[in-house]
């Protein structure tokens, strides 16, 4: 069974401090590993999509990496409106997208 | 905007009573997909559809059923709702083609649906 776990739960950060969210994972053959994020009372924003090891993706202040085994999402210099909940999910052998229960993240000013 | 449109944004409902949801879409993509969004767990798919007729079940389908009889529109339906789908409901579509699955869903905004 395709497992996600997304780590820490929350994350609060200070603008212009930098960090990163885990999604570690297991999966029976990858087909693809998604990053989302969701506004409170929106649906889930595609932001990436990573198909193999070594692979990276940016968009402005957000970088998106994949391991065999973990992925990450590097937030450089963050703002408040960066502040949301991101979701990671993927796809396996099976074709089903796996969610993971997602990273509350706030940035104070 | 990925031309997704849920309705109703809101419901509040009764124990016992039918519910339907719909789903509507722009993009004529082939595959439309039905979850479930709860504090505690990811989101869980419930029923999906890979074109006109075609459904099947997800991970948590007792008590849905859906249809799809046009590509742009497909339905989610509560037979009898009970408190225990009082829940946010999300659809999604994605585009065919790919290697089963590579591509991304997207998302509408959800339906808060509340079975008192």
């Known amino acids: 069974e395709d497992q996600v776990t997304q780590s820490p739960e929350a994350l609060r950060l200070q603008e212009g401090e930098s960090s990163s969210l885990n999604c570690s994972y297991t999966v029976s053959g990858l087909r693809g590993l998604f990053w989302y994020r969701q506004d409170p009372g929106k649906g889930p924003e595609f932001l990436f999509t990573?198909?193999?090891a070594g692979e990276e993706k940016e968009k402005e202040r957000l970088k998106a990496t994949l391991t065999k085994k973990e992925s990450f999402l590097h937030i450089t210099a963050p703002k408040p409106e960066d502040s949301a909940t991101y979701l990671c999910?993927?796809?396996?052998?099976?074709?089903?997208?796996?969610f993971g229960k997602g990273i509350t993240l706030s940035v104070r000013p | 905007d990925a031309g997704i449109t849920q309705s109703p944004r809101h419901k509040v409902t009764e124990t016992g009573t039918p519910v339907t949801l719909r789903c509507h879409q722009t993009?004529?993509?082939?595959?439309m997909y039905w979850y479930r969004q709860d504090p505690g767990h990811g989101l869980r798919l419930i029923h999906y559809?890979?074109?006109?007729?075609?459904?099947d079940k997800g991970e948590v389908s007792d008590g849905y059923s859906v249809s799809r009889s046009k590509t742009e529109d497909f339905l989610l339906t509560l037979e009898s709702a009970t408190s225990s789908q009082t829940s946010v409901y999300f659809c999604?579509?994605?585009?065919?083609?790919?290697?089963?699955?590579?591509?991304?869903?997207?998302f509408g905004d959800g339906t808060r649906l509340s079975i008192l």
């Open positions: 993009e004529n993509h082939r595959y």
């Open positions: 999910a993927l796809t396996g052998a099976n074709s089903k997208l796996t």
């Open positions: 999604a579509i994605r585009a065919g083609g790919g290697t089963g699955g590579n591509q991304p869903q997207h």
């Open positions: 559809s890979y074109g006109v007729k075609d459904t």
């Open positions: 990573l198909y193999s």
